[in-house]
């Protein structure tokens, strides 16, 4: 540590010295998976530097006499000696021997101890209160190093570089502080070491938060007419000197944001050479916080449901905003910005990282330390939503007691506990998800896993809109966070499309029933709609659906137990046969049903006899780029290769669905991607189709041998 500038020593200590206080518990990011059939708790592997050995000197260094100024041997020792390290030292440096010892060469013996006092008994002090801490398992440190970095000009320049940790303008200081091992929250014990340049300076005042003080000693090292080394021809000798004790810091109470504090002003007379170890603790530290926060998580999510864990969870800023009137969005972190999700996964998004880097310089670390905004706000929301889902009631009651209790410890320690709640809640939500799961997601991967979440994701209650005009269910967002509410949340390619994998693929086969029936429902023109809008003004302008609609009803037969059934299923259809549209309190909206079967001809004998109809609400208010061309839709059947056709120049019938919408340049109304004619995957998919009703019919599950194409008289029954 016999370094001639600050930086190489701000740089050793801040590197091995030890974690600074608070850091952040890697366990806190344990998770629960398997082993086998059993349940277990994962731990994450970290890497970690390699613990240092630090000395003040060694016999291969120069002496800080020689370095910078001998009055430097006192706080350089206190310093290592405060490391959370293995420390050691050399012969001579207690008794400041002004120079290197020659090993081979030196011929004198050593004095006797009692003839050169030099700074053994306080290094005695400082050595012992080490092995106590390292004993007890403390590993945290707070170093803190405030202004400018004096380059070297002379010896009390050198001095101070050396050994000041702390600087502050216009002074320097050390100042470092040590908590309770990890992984536990809080110690009781830290120490504060001081050197000041000058003999009548004013040092800025040291608070600490939550915590209160207690001098241990205060003391400086008097070296006598520096320069002057002994010559002592027979006996090895120190420098002329004594440790004397000086005046002790004025400790008085304060009080900031968060309660009390304890204020600590350094005397004047400073000078260096001079430490000061003071012992401090925190009185009100409530000893169960420790095992509180990581406790009672499973059993406060064991009831949610999985609606109730996509509220938990995730919802975007629309979502959220949906639900307040506006009022409550996305979190804004300063410095940072807006979380991705308001539920838990927006904040684990940051704190994964911040945690295995142990980064509490992040923006959202110094954001907890300023107040209890990001806590107000969690428990706040949940207390909003159980009024919607009151299966959130036992999380919203599990995070309140733990937020009380953590506005009651320092701030320092805020974003250590606000990452173990959080990581903590999160994990039993997550293992919570997955238990509701199909038995292939529970032993699944952690990748397959992860895309399982997205069924949750996805799948939600929004006030806005629902499945069903008259009843408030959750459905399926088309994508986050733009299409997360009102009418364009729920879209029918993007349903059928996405439900083998949200739905089907995760075991959740009621919810994929749901949408099923939900759409089946809206048949029209022998079609679904593009966007659902609850049922109250569905759009039917896609040509594409339907034909995802038929696979993923084909899906659902072969995928889920006796999936067949749906086939007999029966909806209340929201139009009447003849396409009128009426609105949904309109007596002839749901006056008769249809069973999926019946529903599954429909579309196909409208298809066989060809489609022409203009959409409803036609214009500007239903779609202000498109020409008034593109609301009519038209599709039929080439009978010579039995494809289908469709669309229009200025319509777009498919997922390619992007409408230019520039008049400068020309392409407002215009398909960026036109897909009139016989689109590849629609004849995929109605060829899947046929060939599966074939087969049904073939086993006689499938009651209709074909259909009847009423504008030809010569042909007959088809498929």
Not at 375 to 402: M, N
Request: charged letters at 20%; glycine letters at 8%.
């Amino acid at each position: 540590m016999t370094f001639s500038g600050i930086v190489l020593t701000l740089r050793l200590v801040h590197r091995h010295g030890g974690k600074p206080i608070g850091s952040l518990d890697t366990h806190a990011l344990v998770r629960h998976g398997t082993v086998g059939n059993k349940t277990a708790h994962i731990y994450p592997l970290h890497n970690q530097p390699v613990n240092p050995l630090f000395y003040d000197c060694t016999h291969d260094n120069e002496t800080p006499y020689q370095r910078r100024v001998a009055q430097d041997s006192l706080p350089t020792g206190a310093l290592v000696a405060m490391c959370a390290a293995s420390v050691g030292s050399v012969m001579g440096y207690d008794e400041l021997f002004p120079r290197l010892l020659d090993l081979v060469g030196e011929s004198r013996m050593y004095a006797k101890e009692s003839d050169q006092p030099g700074i053994g008994k306080t290094k005695a002090i400082l050595n012992k209160l080490h092995a106590e801490m390292a004993i007890e398992g403390y590993t945290e440190t707070h170093i803190h190093h405030e202004g400018e970095v004096i380059s070297l000009q002379d010896a009390l320049t050198c001095s101070i570089l050396q050994c000041t940790v702390s600087v502050r303008k216009p002074t320097r200081d050390i100042f470092s502080l040590r908590t309770l091992r990890s992984p536990g929250i809080l110690g009781v014990d830290k120490v504060c070491l001081s050197i000041v340049p000058f003999t009548n300076c004013i040092v800025n005042p040291i608070v600490l938060p939550g915590t209160k003080a207690k001098v241990i000693l205060c003391q400086r090292l008097n070296v006598y007419g520096a320069g002057k080394e002994p010559n002592d021809p027979k006996y090895l000798r120190g420098l002329e000197c004594s440790v004397d004790n000086l005046e002790h810091p004025t400790i008085s109470p304060g009080k900031d944001w968060q309660g009390e504090t304890t204020e600590v002003v350094v005397p004047s007379f400073f000078p260096p050479g001079s430490i000061c170890l003071m012992k401090t603790w925190v009185e009100s530290f409530d000893e169960t916080i420790d095992d509180l926060v990581r406790s009672g998580a499973d059993e406060a999510m064991s009831s949610l449901s999985l609606v109730d864990l996509n509220a938990l969870l995730y919802r975007c800023d629309g979502e959220e905003r949906d639900l307040s009137n506006g009022r409550d969005g996305t979190y804004n972190v300063p410095g940072y910005g807006v979380l991705i999700y308001c539920g838990l996964e927006g904040w684990i998004f940051p704190l994964k990282d911040i945690v295995r880097e142990n980064n509490l310089a992040h923006p959202l670390c110094n954001h907890l330390r300023q107040g209890y905004w990001a806590l107000d706000y969690t428990s706040s929301r949940l207390k909003k939503l159980s009024t919607l889902l009151p299966g959130l009631a036992k999380p919203e009651k599990w995070f309140a007691e733990r937020f009380q209790k953590a506005k009651n410890v320092p701030a320092f320690l805020a974003p250590k506990l606000f990452a173990i709640i959080m990581i903590t809640a999160y994990t039993a939500a997550r293992h919570r998800s997955l238990s509701l799961l199909g038995e292939n997601i529970q032993h699944g991967t952690e990748f397959v896993q992860n895309l399982a979440m997205t069924s949750i994701q996805l799948h939600g209650k929004v006030l806005s809109t629902s499945l069903h005009p008259d009843k408030n269910v959750p459905c399926v967002a088309a994508g986050l966070p733009h299409f997360s509410f009102d009418y364009m949340r729920c879209w029918g390619r993007d349903v059928c499309i996405s439900a083998r994998g949200l739905f089907l693929g995760t075991g959740r086969f009621e919810d994929a029933k749901a949408h099923i029936l939900a759409f089946a429902s809206m048949l029209k023109h022998g079609m679904i709609p593009n966007l659902l809008d609850a049922g109250r003004r569905p759009r039917y302008n896609s040509r594409d659906s339907i034909w995802w609609f038929m696979q993923l009803i084909q899906d659902y037969t072969k995928i889920v137990p006796n999936g067949i059934s749906l086939l007999n299923e029966r909806v209340k259809r929201r139009f009447p046969l003849d396409d009128e549209f009426v609105w949904a309190d309109d007596p002839k909206a749901y006056s008769y049903d249809s069973s999926i079967m019946e529903i599954i001809h429909e579309s196909l004998s409208r298809h066989a006899n060809g489609l022409h109809f203009r959409e409803a609400h036609a214009g500007v208010g239903l779609d202000s780029q498109m020409t008034d061309q593109g609301f009519n839709i038209d599709i039929h059947v080439d009978w010579e290769t039995g494809l289908l056709f469709g669309g229009s120049p200025y319509n777009c019938g498919t997922w390619m669905d992007k409408m230019g919408e520039s008049a400068k340049a020309g392409n407002k109304g215009v398909p960026g991607t036109p897909r009139d004619g016989a689109a590849i995957e629609i004849t995929g998919l109605l060829k899947s189709c046929l060939r599966w009703v074939d087969e049904l019919w073939g086993k006689g599950v499938f009651k209709y041998e074909g259909v009847t194409i009423e504008r030809e008289a010569n042909v007959g029954p088809i498929f």
